[in-house]
Nanobody, 120 residues
Framework: VQLVESGGGLVQAGGSLRVSCAASGRTFSRYVMGWFRQAPGKEREFVARITGSGGSSYYADSVKGRFTISRDNAKNTVSLQMNNLKPEDTAAYYC??????????????WGQGTLVTVSS
């Protein structure tokens, strides 16, 4: 599975941004898809994940109520809608495919990342 993120950029605090991830391969719906982020000097952290069917999603407490993960299995894409962004959301955002968990260890495939910068 190859993953390519897009949609990062610069946004003011309180604004919104949508990042997306396009996946190759015919088995996309078998994978739990996750979003992680990594700020400079910090470890990569879990943001959100969604089950293969799209029926269930899970969020880190820090983004709950502000971010929404979704997927389109017909188009092999997963997206993260980010609202009410805060400066502390600034990071490189990575999509990942795997068996699913809140740990990076639960994912076998990773994209190259897209940078999100939130100015105060």
């Amino acid at each position: 599975v190859q993953l390519v993120e897009s949609g990062g950029g610069l946004v003011q605090a309180g604004g919104s941004l949508r990042v997306s991830c396009a996946a190759s391969g015919r088995t996309f719906s078998r994978y739990v898809m996750g979003w992680f982020r990594q700020a400079p000097g910090k470890e990569r952290e879990f943001v959100a994940r969604i089950t293969g069917s799209g029926g269930s999603s899970y969020y880190a407490d820090s983004v709950k109520g502000r971010f929404t993960i979704s997927r389109d299995n017909a188009k092999n894409t997963v997206s993260l809608q980010m609202n009410n962004l805060k400066p502390e959301d600034t990071a490189a955002y990575y999509c990942a495919a795997g068996s699913g968990s809140s740990s990076t260890a639960g994912y076998s495939y990773w994209g190259q990342g897209t940078l999100v910068t939130v100015s105060s």
